[in-house]
């Protein structure tokens, strides 16, 4: 099972924990202020801000023309902001030229030289740095080994398969030690199994070399899977900026709940904080919990509710009223934790896990039960409920 | 009787098996016919410039073929002839100067078209693929008129100038399809790895097209060398190509000594050609298998 | 109010995906954005105004003036009103039509031959198609000269056969076998491109429906390769019309064709601008009709096909 499709098993982590700073990663903070971008007379970049640790991934996620690609070859230095600001380690470098940055780039086509051999490619860099020539060979050998590319220098670009490719582009990013890695849609042309195997190659040689990394990519799984901190963009902007778990699970706006996965989504009215999150009515009669994004809601201000279907636990009404016994659900429930009653209307084997889905009086819900739940009956009636911090609050746009 | 149930057996074994066979045999013999005939366009597109060779071997002193005997006399004969060295020397001048130029030119406007915007760019684009177009024979003439109009009188550069309306518009092309092959993002990877432009076009821009380059003034050379259209127009009696210089002298002479030239300019072809096919063999296996 | 998105994997989703852009946007040079790019294109844009476009105006402007430089039609009325220059274009133009069929009923077979052979085969038959073009058509006419001759190695195969041999040089038939020859591989290689276009799928798909070898050439092949046989012949026929060397050695005193005419005219009797003008009736003739040509075969090949 890949990671950051079903989370729910997880501990969620909260935000900050796991970006801490690499181990000997000093050099590398990014900072961007303010960054504007026109192209083509269309605004694609509208005002990033964002700060990345020494030895940080981050992944910078969302859909064709959202501005990732722009906002990377910026940081790159093969575009000139319209406004704003590029730091790194303190150092304004917004008007330095790419040539004489230090980012390693890896790009979609990978952009290898197709008349150079695969250690002239990854030597390259040194090359331009005037490393001499039997230098350059022993580091050329050391950054094939360190991609797993041993006894491949002689060969040319046409003769490597993607996946080796990739990881040509990636030593040649490496070997001249950069201060950021900066991966632009870098498994988008490998087939769906060996995007996976190097998407995590990448991801553990990032932890080994401790460079602070930003990945570009449309791929949600892979954001989940690889990243310390997602950032997901729309139309120029970022939309919410956190660890993968608080991405997936607690969504901060529609674009994010919806561009990440599926999601159930809840329209009510705030009911004021609760022990864990925030109460909130659904309908007239049923009151659920979720955890705010952001400032917590006045009460009785309209707001909307987003819940995973991994998150959402289907439970026979009996025993959530007692507390005890037969249960559709994994884990323990108690009377106390609100929950919309339904009616079981479908369920449907999916292989690792089943979907169900219940009729509320507030609409259809949707819940993936793990594998070896029990499954409630069609026509059972049932409670739809989730722990608070699974699920987002916030304000109805 | 036991024979003829042989038999029978016989043939009623055979024909299920005698189906593929016989398919076996008429697709053999399509493909032996369409053989033949790629043959016989092969023969059709080789035989002038065989028989000019083989004619230009014979003892005779008319031209006929089969030669009689074997000779190089007529190779020897040329050396007496100063005219024919002379025009070669014009001939080859001329188109080296051609293939330069236009190459460089090619470079240059290949590279504007590919990668900057600017005023008229498309209405460029569209001449260079009309000047493929346009009849020889009328552009010679509009040259005859212009140069003639500019009051330049008829020089080697006159000649090697009006070539280059030939010639620029395949190196403009060429240099094209080799800039479309780049990926445009090796440019970009090179500079993030620390090269300067110049590093850039060095390393990276300039390899793609250089096996376009090398074609491209190859082609030049023999368009240039072979033209006679436009040099008619453009030449006088003093200055003669040596297609100008042959072209004339078939006029009033059917000796071998012009099949002894025009061998010379096949093996003139025919290096600049196996150039060509090297280089843009070359190109096409980069990143090949070495050892292939 | 509860509404439930649905939203597929994120590989689904996002087009971005699908389609792999280069995704890299061009540097914008912020000084002179069109500045380098003018610079560049300046050699050549001036090869071609003045060597190109200039002449080409002063011949239009000379087609139009008398000896003396004074405005006049004259050339043009002499030229139309004469039925003598009004045969040699037929003329021309009647080998041009010769050519192209010649080249149409060679070069079609010839590139479905090629196209089924292997990248190599294919390779080295490339370069025996285009050799006429890579050497001198002084030499390449010459060649014809010996072959058709009346002492050539073809009528001595009439001979041998007890036959008389048939005049085969300075007459159409010389010409027109002279002008396929070089035309050749500009009628093959729009035919490969077409033919290479073609889905392989289709002719094993349509002998699935019950079509024969024969039906499915003539139904798939030939319709899917108009367009091919449309480049070739609008180029070989315009290209033959205007060829001077070749009709010049090949016709010898008979066939005298339109550029003939442009040349002596010019380089005998120094009336250019009635060279200019038969010219330019060459290029305007020649012009017409492949429009013309081009819009009938349009309308048998059916949009698709040209779509």
New interface residues.
Partial sequence: MTAGTDTVGKETVPAGSDTATRAGSTRGRLVLKGIHKALGGKEVVRGIDLTMEPGEFLTLLGPSGCGKSTTL?MV???LLPDSGVVEVDGRDITRL?????A???V???Y?????MTVAENIA??LR??KVGAARRRRRAAEALELVGLDGMGER????LSGGQRQRT?LA?ALI?EPDLLLLDEPFSNLDAQLRVRLREEVAALQRRVGTTTILVTHDQDEALAVSDRIAVMAEGAIHQLDVPETVYLRPATDFVAQFVGEVNVLDGVAAGAAAEGHRCWIGDTHLVTATPVGTAPGDGEAVRLYVRPEAVRVLAIPEAVSGKGRSASTSAHTAAEPGLPGTVEATRFLGTRVRCVVATAAGRIEATLPFGSEVPGLGEEVICAWQPQHASLTARP | MTTATETETATAASKPAGKPIAAGAGGRARRLL?AA??AL??L?????????IA?SLTTTSY????PKGLTLHWYAELLNRPEFLDSFLLSIGVAAGAAVVST???L??G???H???????SV?DR??SS?F???????G??????Y??LGMASSPLTLL??H??LT?PYT?RLVLAGLAGL????E??????????P??FW??TL??VRGPLIAGAFFAL?TS??D??IA??VVTTDMQT??VR??NY?QYNYDPT??AV??V??LF?AV??VII?RVVGVAHL????PEH | MAATARVADGTALSPDGSAPT?G?P??VRKRG?????????S???A??AL??????F??VY?SFRTQAGDPTLHNYTRFLGDSFYRDVLWHTLWIGALTTLGCLV?GY??AV??R?RSPRARNY?S???L??L???????????L??LGP???IADGFHALGLDAPKMLYNDTAVVVGMV?VM?AYMVLPLMGSLDRIDPALAPAAKGLGASGWTCFWRITVPLSLPGMLAGSL?VF??T?????TPA?LGGPTVKLM?YF??TE??SNLN?PY??AI??V??VV?TILTAVYARLLRGRGGKEVFA
């Fill in positions: 070859n790159a230095g093969h030229p790419a040539n004489r940055r980012m390693g780039m790009f979609q086509s952009a290898l030289f197709p008349h390259f860099g331009m740095r040319y670009p046409r003769q582009a040649r001249v | 369409g005939f790629a366009v092969g059709f597109l080789l035989a002038p410039v065989l028989v000019t004619s031209v006929t073929f089969p460089a030119l090619g240059a406007a590279l504007a078209i990668r900057y915007p600017f005023p008229g760019k460029l001449l260079f000047a177009a346009v009849p020889t024979i009328v552009l003439i509009g040259l005859l008129q212009w003639a109009q100038l009006a280059l309306v620029v403009v990926d445009r993002s090796a970009l990877a090179a500079a993030g790895l620390g090269a300067k432009a590093q850039v390393h990276v390899p793609a023999i060398f072979d006679l259209t008619l127009f040596l297609p042959i072209f078939l012009v099949t025009g061998t300019m096949v072809a600049a050609v096919e980069f990143g090949a298998d | 280069p890299v061009k540097p954005p069109w500045r380098t790019g003018l610079l560049l294109a050699p050549a844009i090869v071609l060597l190109f476009i200039a002449p080409l002063m011949l000379n060679v077979p010839f031959y090629l089924g038959l370069l025996v198609l050799s006429p890579l050497i001198s058509m002084v030499t390449r006419a010459y060649g014809w010996v072959l002492k050539g190695p020859h050749l180029i315009s290209l019309v205007s060829s001077f060397v050695i550029p442009v040349y010019a380089t250019w060279a200019a010219g330019f060459l290029i020649t």
